[in-house]
């Protein structure tokens, strides 16, 4: 979908989350990635300080794994308890007392579900649900492909599509995609059913309309 980011609009039981998570099969089967890296780091492409530490260590015999299509998906469901240290990731005190290191050390970060999607798809279904202030903490994601966390200077830039998945019905009764949020979603895809919708940009089969 040249690289954007997509927005599946729908009502209930239209299969918004069973098609994203089929959108796995037209990935590669395998890819390499370092071995032991939490965010799966492209072999000649690292991004994380572990990862570059092991390459500029090893070399040529940098150990790598193979990660199957069928891992390269993540999901979460936007719930009010939702926070940004599980979706981008927090400082983790305990981390830093074992390894004896600094909170400016960035080996005491504990990644979260986005960053560990790296180079994969990643789903949050229900995005209106989301507060707005994790909605914000996206931006920087789905602009500029970085990860921020706790002021970190992180330039990390991650290789992840995101589908995201709302019920127009919800905009008003539950809650709604903040504007900067919704400028940073390059294509939403609104599967009307043959009986409902028109107007500017949709028709009865469908429609494919980008922001």
């Known amino acids: 979908m040249s690289k954007h980011n997509i927005l599946l609009l729908g009502l209930r039981g239209q299969a918004k989350t069973r098609m994203a998570r089929q959108m796995t099969d037209l990935l590669d089967e395998y890819i390499p990635f370092v071995a032991g890296s939490e965010i799966n780091d492209d072999p000649l492409n690292p991004i994380s300080k572990y990862a570059m530490d092991m390459i500029a260590e090893k070399g040529d015999d940098t150990p790598i794994e193979w990660l199957h299509r069928s891992q390269r998906y993540g999901e979460k469901l936007a719930t009010p308890d939702v926070s940004v240290a599980d979706l981008i990731g927090d400082i983790d005190p305990i981390k830093a007392a074992n390894l004896k290191l600094s909170f400016a050390d960035e080996r005491v970060l504990h990644y979260g579900i ?22 914000v903490s996206l931006f920087n994601i789905l602009e500029e492909g970085d990860i921020q966390i706790r002021g970190f200077k992180l330039r990390m830039p991650l290789d992840i599509l995101f589908i995201f998945t709302a019920n127009p019905e919800d905009y008003t009764n539950r809650g709604s995609i903040v504007t900067p949020l919704k400028d940073r979603i390059q294509t939403d895809i609104n599967p009307l059913s043959p009986n409902t919708g028109t107007g500017p940009g949709y028709h009865r089969a469908g429609s494919f309309r980008s922001w």
Do not use: G, K, T, Y
């Not at 986005?114 to 909605?135: K, T």
């Open 114 to 135: 986005i960053p560990r999607s790296n180079r994969s798809i990643f789903v949050i279904n229900e995005l209106p649900d989301l507060q707005a202030r994790i909605q």
